[in-house]
């Protein structure tokens, strides 16, 4: 079945400090892939997204790429900042449904001072 | 813009009572509302797809005589859990559409269900 695979965390780093959180799918077809953002008392934000093979997603400096040979969609930010402390949603959609959203499980990301 | 809220944003029911989560747009008017569980450390779960005035649209394995969804107009979804028991005690997150496209989607910061 369709699913997305996300690296477990939490992920802590410092300030400053290069991120990178793994994602990798399984569907069939083409589907379009995202990050959703979460932060603490607030709702899933979109974060980037890409519908294409190669396509690069980019915002508030993150940046995914939609990898087909390798079916992943892997977020990375050169410098993390306190303030991007959340929970981030790898997902897809367009498979069985073309409005519909499958997410990993989410990764927490904490950033120290 | 495009804010979806829920309420409560956290219940505590006793077991065999029913208990109602709101969703609304509150700046927009959503085609689509979608609700989702969540489990801990688990990702959000696709309940159910409802559009305003049809019957909500259940996935596989969700049964419907117990999360009643009602869409009566383009800014409020409702889900009703009926009969609670324990193990319906999660995380009910909505959201609503304004397009065709899955990204056109916003969240509900979610409601937090507890079933004693």
């Known amino acids: 079945g369709n699913s997305v695979t996300q690296m477990e965390g939490p992920v802590t780093l410092s300030e400053e400090a290069f991120l990178t959180i793994n994602c990798t799918y399984t569907?069939?077809?083409?589907?379009?892939l995202f990050w959703y953002v979460q932060y603490p008392g607030e709702g899933l934000q979109l974060l980037l997204k890409?519908?294409?093979?190669?396509d690069k997603g980019s915002n508030k400096g993150f940046e995914a790429t939609y990898r087909k040979e390798t079916t992943s969609f892997h977020l990375e930010k050169g410098s993390v900042q306190v303030s991007d402390s959340a929970v981030y949603f790898c997902?897809?959609?367009?498979?069985?449904?073309?409005?519909?959203?499958?997410f990993g499980a989410g990764t927490r990301l904490a950033v120290h001072p | 813009g495009a804010v979806v809220s829920q309420h409560p944003s956290r219940v505590i029911c006793k077991s065999g009572t029913s208990v109602k989560i709101e969703c609304r747009s509150l700046?927009?008017?959503?085609?689509?509302m979608f609700w989702y569980r969540q489990f801990p450390k688990q990702s959000l779960m696709l309940m159910a797809t409802?559009?305003?005035?049809?019957?909500?649209?259940?996935e596989q394995g969700v049964e419907k005589d117990k999360f009643l969804i009602n869409h009566a107009s383009l800014t409020l979804s409702t889900l009703t859990v009926t009969s609670a028991h324990p193990e319906d005690s999660s995380f009910y997150i909505c959201s609503a559409g304004t397009g065709t496209d899955a990204y056109e989607q916003y969240f509900g910061p979610g409601t937090r269900l507890t079933v004693t």
């Open positions: 569907a069939t077809g083409y589907p379009s």
């Open positions: 997902a897809l959609s367009g498979v069985g449904g073309y409005n519909k959203l499958i």
């Open positions: 409802s559009n305003e005035g049809s019957k909500a649209t259940y």
């Open positions: 700046d927009f008017q959503a085609t689509t």
């Open positions: 890409a519908t294409k093979a190669d």
